[in-house]
């Protein structure tokens, strides 16, 4: 019988916590948020023995224990609340050996929770580059926990760590040592704190002491008492956590004196910082970026043509079946025309977004995507924002909803109000069925120089004009909004490092899967809901284009087919569906649109991407090919009253940069209210996005008819 165990994982930034994770999970994992906030929260499962199963907590990375953002909150919470559902039985402190004085200091504090604690040394590899050697045993006495070497992305040391963790849940460990005497630096009151607070050591009770209104679970009654305790006792929090971290780097220098030997006491330069001279230039750097870009967006096409071709061709056999089996009538076209029909609108681009977001985690775990922030530092500067501001927009082009939150990281607060209100302009996953289809259907596939695909050319095109655009809106803001506030970026290059394969491909499987689950129910729901409006309509008017078209058969015979696909038209025309796409039909008209992109404009507010299944619904309805065309083929032959194309490449890239610059996703507007908070600015945001998303694709509709 397996017993119930959680372990947390904890350390800084880029220390190896999240490779680890995948390590000990692997596909035994999902994503939720801690309760109340919107934070992120990675758990899973590991099976450390026969019979101990773990639940393992992926706690977000920090420096210190003293929380500086909303990230680092969720830490403290989980670590200072006795009674918190996510308090681990054993923490996992992950620590960067070839930066471990700064790690030490963590690690240290975790100790004097008194929660058994084992340190697992991470970039060995690193650390031997530098000339440092480690003594793991001698450290282990000085500590008095655990420690070892582990490498998570080769799977090296994890036996040797299960085996310890194993044998803790067994065992009930002695209190740790203290690492540094709190009652020196503070008083004989902190057991007070300790007592009334019910935590298990004084230095916890330091803790609540230092930020008591700020954590939740501490009573009112409580803050009350602990509020005169520190007034009588002349508490001031800045002298002692000073006092603090001055008693543990010296006890830490002692501990790195008598465990660690530099070759060399000027530090070695490793492979990173040679790489970092080219890839860091001012010049070759940008240009690489500009390389490693080109080389996403073509492989998105490329790549992921043949997956694409196969589904739709999959689509296109089941749809011939179902309709060849089945009688024609009503439930027939509801299945191949309402269902699916919107769930091959959701398949067809799942492989583009796994390629999209493997790509994403190639650069993520090789240590490029922060070489990113750091070369795009300057440009962010000249628009007003911080270089924190640029992992936002970067995340932006996964989802703008986590982009957002992470936008918490930066302290000032008009840069973080800046990097909320442009994120949504940087192009999401959400937007990539929009484009490659639109971009499939009027830009040409063919190789300039014989080897640059002119449609992934155009799609990286869309991308950065989403990022440039987002800096001409950041300077325009920053010269409205005045603030005197000033802030610096400061930031830790994580050594490059081969990706680990098996991290990218469960990334992958767990976005397909994700954008499956999550889009899909929304585009499946919303295909049916408007195969209904577009099957129905008022009766007498549904029953008047009944009347005609029986009659124009019945009179040319020989034009059968014809004239039942001019009726089907004519049906959807005016359906519920074709009346709200004429209804706003006026206004899109000057933008090269007709009734029906109308009805995709307004489903897809929902969510961008619906704007595929809806097409693919509007287009099926009444369908007389009996699902052998692909939608590709049914918009190419879409024809206007006057016989022109509908699709023409005036009406393909007005449509393309509406959806660059449009804010087409109500979960974006919830999370933008939720994180300022107030209607204002999402209000503000919708204005001027669509206003700019208008006028864009109105001028170059007219450039280009």
Not at 229 to 240: A, C, M, T
Not at 299 to 312: E, G, K, N, T, V
Not at 344 to 350: A, E, L, N
Not at 679 to 705: D, R
Request: aromatic residues 8%.
């Amino acid at each position: 019988m397996q017993r119930s165990y959680t372990i947390a994982l904890v350390g800084n930034p880029n220390s190896g916590k999240s490779s680890l994770f995948n390590a000990l999970t692997g596909l035994n994992q999902k994503v939720g948020n801690f309760p109340g906030v919107t934070v992120d929260k990675k758990t899973g499962v590991s099976k450390i023995s026969d019979t101990l199963s773990a639940s393992v907590i992926d706690l977000p990375g920090t420096y210190s224990l003293y929380p500086k953002s909303a990230d680092e909150q969720v830490t403290y919470e989980v670590l200072l609340n006795q009674k918190n559902a996510d308090r681990p039985d054993l923490i996992i402190v992950i620590a960067d050996a070839s930066n471990l004085k700064r790690n030490l200091l963590f690690c240290s504090q975790i100790m004097d929770l008194k929660i058994p604690v084992v340190i697992a040394l991470t970039m060995m590899d690193i650390a031997r580059q530098k000339g440092i050697t480690i003594d793991t045993e001698g450290m282990e006495r000085m500590m008095g926990v655990p420690v070892m070497a582990i490498n998570p992305r080769k799977n090296k040391g994890l036996a040797k760590l299960k085996k310890t963790i194993s044998d803790m849940s067994e065992t009930r460990t002695a209190p740790l040592p203290d690492f540094i005497d709190v009652e020196s630096i503070t008083g004989p009151w902190i057991e007070e704190i300790k007592n009334i607070t019910e935590q298990d050591s004084n230095y916890a009770a330091l803790h609540i002491a230092c930020n008591y209104t700020e954590l939740k679970h501490i009573n009112a009654a409580n803050r009350i008492h602990i509020n005169a305790i520190l007034g009588e006792n002349k508490f001031y929090k800045s002298k002692v956590q000073a006092c603090e971290i001055m008693m543990r780097y010296k006890k830490i220098d002692t501990i790195m004196q008598q465990c660690t030997v530099t070759d060399s006491p000027m530090k070695k330069m490793v492979i990173s910082d040679r790489i970092d001279k080219l890839l860091l230039h001012p010049l070759w750097g940008n240009l690489i970026l500009l390389a490693v870009l080109f080389l996403l967006f073509q492989s998105i096409f490329w790549l992921a043509r043949y997956p694409m071709d196969w589904i739709q061709q999959l689509f296109a056999y089941v749809g011939s079946g179902i309709s060849s089996v089945m009688q024609v009538g009503l439930l027939q076209d509801l299945l191949v025309n309402g269902l699916l029909a919107g769930v091959s609108g959701i398949m067809v681009f799942v492989p583009q977004i796994m390629i999209l977001f493997g790509f994403i985690t190639i650069l993520e775990d090789s240590g490029y995507m922060a070489r990113i922030s750091f070369l795009t530092d300057r440009i962010m500067r000249t628009a007003g924002l911080n270089g924190r501001s640029v992992m936002p927009l970067i995340s932006g082009m996964a989802c703008a909803v986590p982009a957002i939150m992470a936008a918490r990281t930066i302290q000032n607060r008009k840069e973080r109000l800046i990097t909320i209100m442009v994120t949504p302009l940087m192009s999401c996953s959400a937007r990539l069925p929009v484009y490659t289809m639109l971009i499939a259907l009027v830009i040409p596939n063919k190789y300039l120089l014989g080897f640059l695909n002119l449609q992934g050319l155009v799609l990286m095109g869309l991308y950065l004009l989403g990022f440039f655009m987002a800096l001409i809106v950041s300077k325009v803001m920053d010269l409205v909004i005045k603030t005197k506030d000033r802030s610096f970026f400061l930031m830790e290059l994580p050594v490059y490092r081969a990706p680990r394969w098996k991290n990218v491909g469960i990334t992958m499987i767990e976005k397909g899967k994700i954008f499956i689950r999550d889009v899909g129910k929304v585009i499946i729901i919303l295909s049916l809901i408007l195969w209904v409006l577009a099957a129905f309509g008022p009766p007498s008017e549904m029953r008047a284009v009944d009347r005609k078209f029986t009659a124009l058969i019945q009179q040319n015979p020989e034009q059968k087919e014809l004239l039942q696909h001019e009726q089907a038209t004519a049906k959807l025309e005016h359906s519920f569906a074709g009346m709200m796409g004429k209804g706003i039909e006026p206004m899109i008209r000057p933008l090269g649109y007709d009734w029906k992109i109308g009805i995709a404009l307004i489903t897809s507010f929902a969510a961008r991407e619906v704007f595929v299944g809806t097409m693919a619904t509007l287009y099926s309805v009444g369908d007389v090919s009996n699902g052998t065309q692909t939608l590709e083929e049914k918009m190419q032959a879409a024809r206007r009253p006057d016989g022109t194309p509908v699709y023409t490449l005036a009406a393909g890239l007005s449509l393309l940069i509406f959806y660059v610059f449009a804010m087409q996703c109500m979960s974006t507007l919830a999370i933008v209210k939720r994180e300022t908070p107030s209607w204002k600015y999402p209000l503000i945001q919708f204005a001027y996005m669509f206003v700019l998303a208008y006028g864009s694709a109105y001028v170059v509709f007219q450039l280009f008819k």
